[in-house]
């Protein structure tokens, strides 16, 4: 590992050839650099006798435009000033003076002595010279532009090979059936969606093999030409460097991401434990105080996402880039986001924590909320849902079944089938006791009433022209109510009917003759005992 970040760093560093140019001149700068077909050569600091920067810039190209192809044949040679008052050194060829490279021209922040600063423009010079020879010779220049048409036929060739893959590729895409995917039970078909997807992902992928050919083909091809070699080495260089500061990103990250690795599998081990204790508590296979069958699955969906934020905020310190500024943004924003929106749906989630901590409602129990009469299909987070009588289902958001008054028929002491009820008014010229047996027997003859439970008749309110009586009976386990009920308010018609006794109620416009009373002889009437 040490090895290899040490050739990182070197790869990184073989660009940076040139000392004393600015890789990003000013136009001070720039004004005083010298620059031959595209590559910096020195960058003219401090003046000379009369001269300053500019004008010894000016002086040194006049003499390089009036160097002959013989002088280009010689090497550059830098000696010394004869000058002993004067420190820098004299860069020639073939005895003519090119330009004095003085000791005030090194840039402190540079590092280089007098001597390595003359030998590296003397490298760049010679370079330069020999570009210059080989471009004015036909020879090379053929042969560069042989290279290139190959290069170029090359490049072609792989392209219309990258085409090629990608239609027959696509072909037997097409060609092949469309699975089935069974994990979706058959209600959702994404097989097409799949389909298009594969087939753009192999579009992409030619996409990015032509781009890559290409940008290799253009590198290369510039590199063959002297005038244009700066810009091929430049595009090689920073495609190097690219890959080299990607690998570095990469080593760098692993450890962290060995650290995330580690934190979300002990978090999956924990959650695994979670959901096996929830669930032998939840089957009675185990029995944990404040822990009940109807509250154990909320808790482990609780404890679970506890668990799981928890182990994201350890683990996001170690996340490749979460120091970075883009990082910061998407948490703000996140967090905007949560802030604007959580208010109604955090009224609901904790109204339906309330109901299920509260065990006032479970699956399959029949109650009433509100005005809305119905079984429990569904107790979620955020809505409650009801199967009504008439066949709707109808949700309840969990604030409003909890700001409301919840009657459980399912939920009573004794345990057994759901409770049902029904009033009736009977006037005052009914025995009591009649209507009672009445109530009684209709309760006895309805299908679905558990004979273990007798019947109970409670006589509620005695009104100005009627008595409200109440009959509640307990249904089997498996009874409908709402059928049940609509059976019940049959055999109460038919057994009133039967013994010739008025349900319709009496009401009065003006004061009877004589009292509606009930003599005693008739307080027993049948099916009434004695």
Known sequence: MPLLRLLLLLALCLPALAAEPRANPSPADS????????????????????????????????????LTPDDLSQPVQAAPLADSSLRGIALSIHGKPLFTLLADDLDPGDQLTLEQAAARVRDRLNEQR????????????????????????????????ILRLRAVSRRRLQRQPLGRLPWLGGKFDLRHFLRAAECQLVDV????????????????????????????????????????????????????????????????LLSRGLTLLCGAVERGQLALPGLHAETVGA???????????????????????????AFKGVSVFFGLMVTLGSAGLMNHAMSGLVLIYARALRRGDYVRVGEVEGTVIELSALSTKLATSQGYEITLPNAVAVGGRISNFSRHGEGGGAMIASRVTIGYDTPWRQVTALLELAARRSPGADPAYA????????????????????????????????????????????????????????????????????????????
């Open 130 to 161: 020999l570009a210059a020879l080989e471009q004015r010779s036909p020879e090379q220049m053929a042969k560069a532009a042989l290279l290139a048409l190959l290069a170029s036929a090359a490049f072609a060739v792989l392209l219309a090979l």
């Open 205 to 268: 992928t030619a996409l990015l093999c032509a781009l890559f050919a290409g940008y290799v083909w253009l590198s290369y091809a510039l590199g063959l030409f002297p005038y244009t070699r700066p810009l091929g080495r430049k595009l090689g260089d920073s495609f190097y460097q690219l890959l080299a500061t990607l690998a570095d990103d990469i080593l760098s990250a692993l450890p962290g991401l060995a650290t995330v690795a580690m934190i979300f599998l002990l978090t999956r």
């Open 31 to 66: 004004a005083r650099t010298l620059v031959l077909d595209n590559r910096p050569i020195f960058l003219f600091l401090a003046p000379q006798a009369r001269l300053s920067p500019e004008q010894r810039l000016r002086r040194t190209l006049e003499r390089i435009r009036e």
């Open 455 to 530: 019947p109970q008749v409670r006589k509620l309110a005695l009104q100005d022209f009627y008595i409200e009586y109440e009959l509640q009976l307990r249904l089997l386990p498996d009874a409908d109510p709402p059928g049940a009920r609509d059976a019940l308010h049959g055999e109460i018609l038919d057994a009133f009917n039967e013994f010739g006794v008025q349900i319709m109620s009496p009401h009065f416009v003006e004061q009877p003759e004589k009292p509606v009373t009930v003599p005693a002889q008739r307080w027993r009437e049948p099916p009434a005992g004695q």
């Open 299 to 325: 808790t482990r969906r609780l404890a679970g996402v506890a668990l799981w934020l928890f182990a994201l905020i350890v683990a996001y310190p170690y996340l490749p880039g979460a120091g970075s500024d």
